[in-house]
């Protein structure tokens, strides 16, 4: 709380909130949305699109308001940390009984400036932007620091050196730091009326670069919602921490990406990190280390990857492609569909179709959520009975009927198990949690294409349109170039077809703009991808 002259408090305001939610509308076949606001002024919105028009809808939502309360002078020194008034929830797990007072477990102390946030769920249902203290923030996962409130004005006994002046509030805004020579502002207490008497040390002036330029260098920072201690050395290992943090701060503001930039600031990371584990002795520095190593790996492939250009002297005339699917991930993604193709309980397209989506789902743990507006999506109206097919032949489990599964929705959505994937069972798969969801993703996007949809496509369609989009060469001709196409009874056999329909199914691919030819002479299936659905190709 900042002390004016040394002594009287000034009153503090409570922290404010605003939150944008976006909730199913209508039956879950529907697919529309509703979009809603806490602020009393905002009225809610439907959207019958689905959740992509609403999601875009409600970052607007968000973005306007955040341009309102920066043209109204951003987050306020004087405010209470908001997750504080919601008994810190928003970082810390329920209360433990028999803990004093009900405390939680973890919780931290609130302390530091007043920042302003902005919160997104995974799920893209929920945004919250509120005005909190720096250590809830740093605490809170999937939140973000936007503004910095200008520390609060402080008054020096007459004869001070007037030299000792506060920095410029906006060169505060959006680094999340405090300015050199400010002392530190909690927002759940009173500083002790000595120390608000103390006036503010003035650090002395550092040498002149090299460049001939005298600027400060930055004291303190934040990377990775880790605190840089002031007193860490080597100071080289200190200042580049702090560089690091701005720089993953101001690549998050760029309105394009650079993969290569991004993965750069990784292994910089990288290399910090195991510096600072090692002259602290951290455990958990040197884990967000490989972590960082692990990134920029992949970061990498993906920059490699979304540059999708053929070898030779041609590639510099090819467009760039950002691919959704990594080289890696994309050999991952074969990996599925051959284990689906081979371990499928029966040999009929729908089902082949609702296993495959129901093995991403359930991929790591044996066990996944979904709803009836899921597989109502992927089946149509077979949905029902094929997924009775699965109870009975035990390949699917259920916790409860199958009407209860085809009536749940996407808030309360059904758990529902694999046995054959649950950990106790031989692993099929060596992919992680990011690349199961990446290619669930991809398959989500290949089976709800609107084209394909529009066209009323059969399961065997969809599961060659999967097929295809798996087995593409950076160009976007089917197979390997040594092969010259795909084997026509392997494609076939995967969409539980006879190799004399395909040519059927491919046709239809066309017509969807899914291909642009397709040839089934002989033992091969030769084709290209339509340009539209390159972002969709797993390059072989």
Partial sequence: MAVEAGTRQEEHVAGRVWTVRLDPDGRPSAGAVRLSCSRSSCTDQRFPGGAAEGRKAAIGHVNAHLARIRAGGGPRGEAWCACRAADCAWHTPEPVAGRPGGTRPGAVRCGGPVVLTVYADRAGRLWRIAEMCARCAAAAADCRVLDTAPPPARTTPAGADQAAEQPDAAQERGGGTLGEGVAAVFSDHAPSSSAAATPASVPRARPATPGGTSRRAKQWGKIAQRTVPQDLEPDVLRLELIELGDAFRAYQQRTEPDLALLATLHERKARAFALWAEVSGDGSLRHEAKRAEKAAQTTREMHANRGGEPAGDTAGDQPVVERLLTRTQAVHARAVLDYVAAHAPHPEAEVRLAVLMLTLRAARAGTGNVTGQDLVGWLGDDAERVVQRLVAADWL??????????????????????????????????????????????????????????????????????????HTRPDGRLGHAEDGGLHLDQAAAFCTLPPDQVAEHADLLIAADWLTEADTTGDRLHGQIAERVLPLSGLL
């Fill in 397 to 470: 489990r259920l916790p409860g009927t199958v009407a209860e599964l085809m009536a749940s929705r996407s808030e309360d959505p059904t758990p529902v198990t694999v046995p054959t994937l649950l950990p106790d069972q031989p692993r099929p798969f060596t992919f992680g949690k990011t690349t199961r969801a990446r290619i669930s993703g991809w398959a989500q996007k290949v089976v709800g294409d609107r084209k394909i949809r529009k066209k009323k496509a059969t399961a065997a369609t969809r599961l060659l349109a999967l097929y295809t989009a798996a």
